[in-house]
């Protein structure tokens, strides 16, 4: 395959699934990057402030404005650090793990139905496939 037909692909593929989480994120009421943040911690736990950062590939700066927003909406919560005090947490609060367990099932639900386009062994490919190439990252 050409290097010129994967690039179309590619394209195609991120637009298609980037439409789909901005109409399943706009249901939420939070942004983009609002949703990404609790992604991440649900799925990670709570995190240094400068963790959490580099994981979205922000700066701290960014991140405090997100935090600030996911705070007020009751989504999150920041805690001191237990060992470094000059280090502040970020949490889930209940309301914050409601909707990421909410967000996750969709997640869930688009990757069976991409895995009934596939034969299993290509869909143990395709998983292959997409650790590889998420590993260059």
Excluded: N
């Amino acid at each position: 395959m050409e290097t010129e037909q994967l690039t179309r692909l590619l394209i195609a593929f991120y637009e298609k699934f980037s439409s789909w989480e901005h109409g399943v994120v706009k249901e939420s009421g939070l942004s983009l990057p609002q949703m990404h943040t609790l992604e991440i911690l649900g799925a990670d736990g709570d995190l240094r402030m400068t963790e959490l950062a580099g994981k979205m590939g922000i700066t701290t700066g960014s991140l405090t404005v997100l935090v600030d927003r996911l705070e007020r909406g009751g989504f999150v919560v920041r805690k001191p650090h237990e060992t470094d005090r000059r280090s502040i947490r970020v949490s889930l609060t209940e309301a914050g793990q409601r909707l990421f367990a909410e967000h996750h099932k969709l997640h869930e639900q688009l990757t069976q139905e991409i895995l009934c386009a596939l034969a299993p062994d290509e869909a143990g490919q395709f998983a292959a496939m997409l650790h590889k190439i998420t590993s260059c990252f």
